[in-house]
């Protein structure tokens, strides 16, 4: 019966030959088990996933147990929200590991793409539905990289300060702007990641908040720091691990191009941007 069902999903998908190799593997693995009681629509969503991605196989063959959760009753229905991809993100850092926290951040994108392009070949999400999936996916592991990369840098050199228009210290501020696809939550599965990296204002780095303006020449600067921690993000995001990169990160469309500073103060852009953005 099971061979039936199979058989006939087979048939009604774009590539038949292509699925079927693609289920020879999996049965003969540890995800063999599945394969006794697979429904009518689980069979119809993995001949479309395998017949229209050889990544999602190699992902299947890498990782078996992916693959009973992604074909569970009604979990390809709906999109995944970022309130909830977001959660699941801050799960994986409670143990205070970040090393190893990482690692199953790659491994989390890597499920949740599988799941994204499952719904996709399936037809069961519009071309919206997926690409923000994609784009908010995207968002939640650029935070995550740069929530470690900040507390690292800060326990290293501590932290940032300028001061305010009432001449008042405060903590400076850092965030990363999505450009491009990534701004208009429109991502794909291939795209690269256009961003800008930009903080409150110029000042320096201290345990405390200064107390004395002349502290000033004896402190690293905050372009220097948020350069830095731009570097880093940079680094961690494109790095390639045996759980695979993050993204392809562009930093084409800032300010000045290649030659341009990789982080710059909310100034620094509006005197750009005035001057010569046109």
């Known amino acids: 019966m099971r061979k ?16 079927r190799k693609g289920i020879d593997q999996l049965q003969t693995g540890a995800g063999a088990a ?4 697979i429904s009518s629509e689980q069979a119809r969503v993995l001949s479309a996933l395998l017949s229209g991605s050889q990544a999602a196989l190699e992902l299947l063959l890498a990782h078996p147990d992916w693959l009973a959760p992604l074909l569970e009753d009604g ?26 926290a ?23 999400g519009n071309v919206g539905e997926i690409t923000r999936e994609l784009s908010d996916l995207a968002d939640v592991c650029l935070q995550a990289v740069l929530r470690v990369c900040q507390e690292q840098l800060v326990r290293r050199l501590s932290r940032p300060f300028h001061l305010d228009a009432n001449g008042r210290w405060q903590e400076t501020m850092f965030c990363v702007i999505g ?6 939550q429109e991502l794909n599965y291939s795209s690269d990641v256009d961003v800008l990296f930009v903080y409150n204002d110029e000042g320096f780095v201290s345990e405390v908040p200064p107390g004395q303006i002349e502290t000033i020449g004896h402190a690293l600067s ?26 392809r990160i562009d930093m084409r469309l800032r300010p000045e191009g290649k030659m341009g500073p990789l982080a710059r103060s909310l100034p620094s852009y509006e005197d750009y941007y005035a ?3 046109q």
């Open 4 to 19: 039936n069902v199979l058989n006939a999903a087979l048939e009604n998908s774009a590539d038949p030959e292509r699925a």
């Open 34 to 37: 599945l394969f006794k009681t």
């Open 75 to 100: 979990s390809l229905l709906y999109p995944r929200r970022e309130k909830g991809l977001r959660r699941q993100v801050e799960q994986l850092f409670m143990g205070g590991d970040n090393s190893a």
């Open 102 to 124: 990482l690692g199953e951040l790659r491994l989390f994108k890597q499920r949740e793409m599988l799941r994204i392009a499952a719904r996709d070949l399936a037809r069961l």
């Open 179 to 184: 450009l491009g696809k990534l701004g208009g």
């Open 222 to 247: 905050n372009h220097k720091f948020f350069k830095r921690l731009s570097e880093m993000i940079v680094a961690e995001v494109s790095r390639m691990t045996p759980e695979g990169a993050l993204s």
């Open 275 to 277: 001057q010569w953005g």
